[in-house]
């Protein structure tokens, strides 16, 4: 008997015992509901028979405990569509659950995969995140490099070994799918690009032409100002962290005949004030005009020339002050001085205390986009309640504006002196009675949010 002939079959003797079912009492149902609910079995060479289920009856059927999960997938009609598995994958959250789905069905491997290695690190501290090391893995599992989305990359110094230089430049040719690319130097101090092997960096600028990036981050790196062309270039969004400019001419060229059309959006600066000296400069506005996204720190040196030269195209602004012992406390709160922005339709601000400057910085950005401006989001993670006399200044500087922005309150509460719960709704009340005329014409939106799970560089504009 083929196995099409024995579903027919089987499917045929279901319908019979379910029209039988149909016309007995209720409480004589319940016995015969069992019946149908075991497999069905047939004796043959093999022993137990073909368990495949009528179709359309799922739910009555018990798989015997003998049998593997991927048994429902790989015997009862066709596997399930890959939309529905990657959905299914992507709520898992812990790497051991997905190693375990991974195993469930040749189907579910790829996408957990997917998962499980989007990210890659190579040439940090560990030996095992060694170039060689990574290098060596890649060469016995090639169908995982387009895995890989995420790339952290140590870049080496003048120590390196010739192994591990010509390694480095082996992984970043196979691997085509990178979209968040991090270079980072040595922590303890700068690391100069002059000291990075020739063939290291024609690797990196032969990644950047690929144009897959769409996040670039530098860490801890002393660029030459050809190198900073070069990154403007690489991605759409570009963050500078504790990196420096060297006023030098490289010794080797980073830059092809025939350089990439630019692509940069959004710039996340928060370095030494070389970086802002140098895109300041006359030679840099054809490479920062495309610019409409910035973070920055008000109080660095040469800031405001930088403002001044991304003003006609700047849409967005997030303001970062300056830490004073890793705290979120400052003396001196900096003055924020711009310059007319005629294309600003949002910014972001801290919040650090009650200090009277933060008022004025704020209505600082509402002077500069008057005719633009739509929301001004508020960031701050009180501990405690604003003083109703901070928020009724805020008020009355803000109600006076010809065009009011809405003022969004992003409030982390976490390690508050009350429960969450409690200074959340004490808190939303407390800025809505204190800002009255705002809140009156509708301005006053109160959010409640994480800045730990938001992550470093995360724009809230891109969420809204």
Not at 218 to 239: D, Q, Y
Not at 281 to 289: H, K, L, Q, S, T
Not at 357 to 364: A, D, G, R
Request: aromatic share 8%.
């Amino acid at each position: 008997m083929n196995g099409r002939n024995h579903r027919v079959r089987v499917d045929s003797r279901f319908r019979r015992q379910e029209a039988r079912l149909k016309t007995r009492p209720l409480e004589s149902q319940g016995h015969q509901k069992d019946q149908i609910a075991k497999p069905m079995r047939r004796e043959g060479k093999g022993g137990i028979g073909d368990h495949r289920l009528p179709r359309g009856r799922h739910q009555a059927y018990t798989l015997p405990p003998h049998l593997p999960p991927s048994y429902l997938i790989s015997t009862h009609g066709y596997p399930p569509p890959h939309e529905l598995i990657r959905a299914i994958v992507e709520e898992i959250d812990e790497d051991q659950s997905l190693k375990m789905c991974s195993l469930v069905h040749t189907n579910f491997r790829e996408p957990c995969q997917r998962i499980l290695l989007h990210s890659l690190t190579v040439g940090s501290e560990d030996e095992s995140k060694a170039a060689t090391a990574v290098w060596t893995l890649l060469q016995g599992s090639p169908h995982v490099a387009p895995y890989f989305t995420r790339l952290y990359c140590g870049v080496p110094g003048p120590d390196a070994t010739s192994a591990n230089a010509q390694a480095l430049c082996s992984i970043l040719q196979k691997l085509p799918n990178i979209r968040h690319c991090y270079l980072f130097g040595r922590t303890q101090s700068p690391q100069h690009w002059s000291e990075v092997p020739p063939q290291v960096t024609a690797a990196i600028v032969e990644l950047f032409y690929r144009k897959n990036l769409t996040q670039l981050y530098v860490l801890w790196m002393s660029l030459h100002k050809a190198v900073l062309t070069l990154l403007l270039n690489a991605a759409p969004t570009v963050t500078l962290l504790d990196a420096s400019v060297e006023f030098t001419i490289p010794a080797t060229p980073v830059t092809s005949d025939t350089p990439p059309p630019l692509t940069v959006r959004n710039l996340l600066l928060l370095s030494s004030p070389t970086i802002a000296e140098a895109l300041s400069g006359f030679e840099f506005r054809p490479y920062v005009a495309s610019i409409q996204k910035l973070w920055w720190k008000p109080n660095a040196k040469f800031s405001d020339k930088l403002i001044s030269a991304l003003a006609p195209n700047l849409k967005h602004i997030r303001v970062q002050y300056e830490d004073q012992n890793d705290k979120d406390e400052f003396d001196v709160l900096p003055i924020l001085s711009l310059p007319p922005l005629p294309a600003l339709e949002s910014a972001e601000v801290p919040l650090t205390n009650d200090d009277p400057q933060n008022i004025e910085n704020i209505c600082s950005i509402s002077r500069a986009a008057p005719g633009t401006l739509r929301e001004i989001s508020v960031m701050c993670s009180p501990t405690d309640l604003l003083p109703s006399e901070f928020l009724e200044d805020l008020d009355s500087a803000l109600a006076v504006r010809v065009i009011i922005p809405w003022i969004r309150w992003r409030v982390d509460l976490k390690g508050a002196k009350r429960a969450e719960g409690e200074l959340s709704a004490v808190f939303a009340s407390a800025v809505k009675q204190g800002m009255p005329k705002l809140h009156k014409q509708g301005k006053v939106i109160f959010e409640q949010c994480s800045f730990g799970r938001e992550g470093f560089g995360s724009w809230t504009v891109d969420r809204l």
